[in-house]
């Protein structure tokens, strides 16, 4: 597949060749779903806890005797039924992790990238390299390229002027290119990627 490369001018510099087993697959949309849903519950802490009857404080003798008041029998008033009392089936600390094999994330990742690719939602750039941090001239430079919505801007490495630029910037995000993932790349409609950036997703992927 051949898709443009722009400077940041907007202006097309020459053409570069996406790798079809990474970029021209048919979406698996199965394994791209398991793997947004084993991302999303890695995500999660898992520290939501609530009280049993036996941990709520109180409760420690029965609030009347068992027969001859007419009322019904109980033997607590920390019992799930009475109010501030224990809780029956709530939430307990525990791991939500999901386990997903290598193949199948590097699926995941190839059938995302293929499907922004045959969108025309990934901008190819020469180099993306800012002298200072300046929130206007990445506007500009989002401009140049008709970015008119979201995007996601993939670095080679971390870049400060670059990130301190973005940061500003409703719906913009930088992310280095080895933590791509598959929610990052549904999330935003146009994927830039500096030429540096390829070569690490096809060295990654391919």
């Known amino acids: 597949m051949q898709?443009?490369?722009?400077?940041m001018a907007g202006e097309t510099i020459g053409e570069a060749e996406l790798r079809d087993d990474i970029f021209?697959?048919?979406?698996?949309e199965a394994v791209m779903h398991q793997a947004v849903v084993r991302q999303l519950a890695n995500?999660?802490?898992?520290?939501?806890?609530?009280?049993t009857r036996g941990e709520v404080s109180g409760g420690g003798r029965k609030p009347w005797r068992q027969k001859g008041t007419g009322r019904a029998r109980q033997g607590s008033i920390r019992?799930?039924?009475w109010r501030k009392g224990g809780v029956v089936f709530g939430p307990h600390p525990r791991s939500y992790r999901k386990?997903?094999?290598?193949?199948?994330?590097r699926l995941a990742l190839r059938s995302a990238l293929s499907a922004k690719a045959a969108e025309n939602q990934i901008v190819l750039l020469d180099d993306l390299a800012m002298g200072v941090p300046r929130t206007k001239d990445m506007l500009a430079v989002l401009d140049n390229l008709k970015v008119e919505s979201s995007?996601?801007?993939?670095?080679?490495?971390r870049d400060f002027n670059v990130e301190r630029s973005v940061n500003n910037i409703p719906d913009v995000k930088t992310l280095r290119a080895t933590c791509l993932s598959v929610i990052d790349i549904l999330n935003y409609d146009t994927v830039i990627v500096p030429l540096k950036s390829l070569a690490i997703i096809e060295q990654?992927?391919?």
């Open 99 to 105: 386990r997903m094999p290598r193949k199948m994330r």
């Open 79 to 81: 019992a799930p039924q």
């Open 204 to 206: 990654i992927l391919g």
């Open 151 to 157: 995007a996601l801007i993939l670095m080679p490495e």
């Open 24 to 28: 021209g697959l048919e979406p698996h």
């Open 3 to 7: 898709v443009s490369i722009r400077n």
């Open 43 to 51: 995500a999660r802490q898992g520290t939501a806890d609530t009280k």
